[in-house]
């Protein structure tokens, strides 16, 4: 069974920092790649990184863009966000979510999702 | 950045009610899009994929349609489980991945 168990979030003040992890199992993690995305308190999804099998292609969303840092470790089996010079507008649950292609073969659906890490942000 | 309009924003129906969803993108997506299912207090769930195929285990009163930019969802018979708020989202040009803003699907 494919697993994504998000860990990690806190209450954090305007300005600081916190790392995120995503633990996956029940499949080959280093064939896959991976997305983090957000939902703010009552909002829509928001799409804000992500992270190529080997790590070397990696795409932010403009609001992250320079504060946030994504990473993986294939050994073992986990995806990370670095996320610093956080804002109250930072202040959501992140998803880590697998890409799988679809029927076709085109790559970019999201397929598993973890049950998500909430970020406070807030003095 | 391809925008995702979805209408509408929410839909009240009575269980056993068949539902129709939209959802438009800003250009031509041909087929590259999902539908999600977000229950209360879960992560988002994989519906569809390629505009109208079925995810693994989902069951055959959804289904949906189009191509292009204008696409739809439908539940054929709501039931109880079905209430929760629905996303489309566009892969067929990325970065970045978008989202419509959700339609919600209450009680009536």
């Known amino acids: 069974e494919v697993q994504l168990v998000e860990s990690g979030g806190s209450l954090v003040q305007p300005g600081g920092s916190l790392r995120l992890s995503c633990a996956a199992s029940?499949?080959?993690?280093?064939?896959?790649?991976f997305n983090w995305v957000r939902q703010a308190p009552g909002k829509g999804l928001e799409w804000i990184s992500y992270?190529?099998?080997?790590?070397?292609?990696?795409y932010y969303a403009d609001s992250v863009k320079g504060r946030f840092s994504i990473s993986r470790d294939n050994a073992k089996s986990a995806l990370y966000l670095q996320m610093d010079s956080l804002t109250v507008e930072d202040t959501a649950i992140y998803y880590c979510a697998r890409v799988q292609a679809d029927e076709r073969g085109y790559l970019g659906l999201f397929d598993h999702w973890g049950q998500g890490a909430l970020v406070t942000v807030s003095s | 950045e391809i925008v995702m309009t979805q209408s509408p924003a929410t839909l009240s129906v009575s269980p056993g009610e068949r539902v129709t969803l939209s959802c438009r993108a800003s250009q031509n997506i041909h087929s590259n899009l999902a539908w999600y299912q977000q229950k209360p207090g879960q992560a988002p769930r994989l519906l569809i994929s390629g505009a109208s195929t079925r995810a693994t285990n989902i069951p055959g009163r959804f289904s949906a349609s189009g191509s292009g930019t204008e696409f739809t969802l439908t539940i054929s018979s709501l039931q109880s489980e079905d209430f929760a708020i629905y996303y489309c989202q566009q892969y067929n040009s990325w970065p970045p991945w978008t989202f419509g803003q959700g339609t919600k699907v209450e009680i009536k």
């Open positions: 992270i190529g099998s080997r790590g070397r292609k990696i």
């Open positions: 029940g499949f080959t993690f280093s064939s896959f790649e």
